[in-house]
C-alpha cells in the first residue's frame, strides 16, 4: 500500500502568509508540495463555503491564514476570519468532518520560516489523522 499523502488546501492572505511563502521561497526554504496555496487579498474574504467544498473536494486538512490581529490591511478582516472558523469548528463535526482538520494561523510577511514550519507540522498533523471523509476513495 503507498503512503498516504494528505491534501491540504490553504487560503492565504496575500498581505501577509503569501509573503511569508514567497520569502521561504526566495530563501530557498523549501516546505512540503502537499500544500495547495490559494491567494485572497484578505482572510475576511474567506466564505465558509469554500471551506466546506474544499473539504467535500477531497482536502484532508483546510488553513486560512493571514495577519496578526490588529494588523489588516483591511482593519478587520482576521478578526472576521477568526469568527468564521470557531463557528465553522462548531458546524464541522455534524457534517462528518473533523474540527482539528480546520486550522488559522497567523504569519506575518517576515516570516517565512514561520510559514515553512508551520507547512511542515500541518502536513505531519494531517498524515496522523488519516484520509479525510471527503476523500473520492473513502466515498465509493
Not at 466546506?52 to 490591511?73: N, R, W
Amino acid at each position: 500500500m503507498a503512503e498516504f499523502n494528505p491534501i491540504i488546501i490553504a487560503f492565504v492572505c496575500n498581505w501577509c502568509t503569501y509573503t511569508a511563502a514567497d520569502l521561504a521561497g526566495t530563501s530557498r526554504i523549501g516546505y512540503p508540495e502537499n500544500v495547495r496555496l490559494i491567494r485572497v487579498m484578505c482572510t475576511g474574504m474567506v466564505d465558509p463555503q469554500y471551506i466546506i467544498k474544499a473539504f467535500l473536494e477531497g482536502a484532508d486538512m483546510v488553513l486560512v491564514s493571514g495577519c496578526h490581529p490588529g494588523d489588516c490591511h483591511y482593519i478587520n478582516g482576521n478578526y472576521k476570519a477568526r469568527r468564521r472558523i470557531k463557528l465553522l469548528h462548531a458546524i464541522l463535526p455534524t457534517i462528518g468532518i473533523e474540527r482539528d482538520r480546520l486550522k488559522l494561523t497567523w504569519i506575518g510577511a517576515s516570516d517565512g520560516i514561520q510559514f515553512a514550519r508551520t507547512m511542515q507540522e500541518l502536513v505531519v498533523q494531517a498524515k496522523g489523522m488519516g484520509p479525510g471523509s471527503g476523500r473520492p476513495e473513502i466515498m465509493t
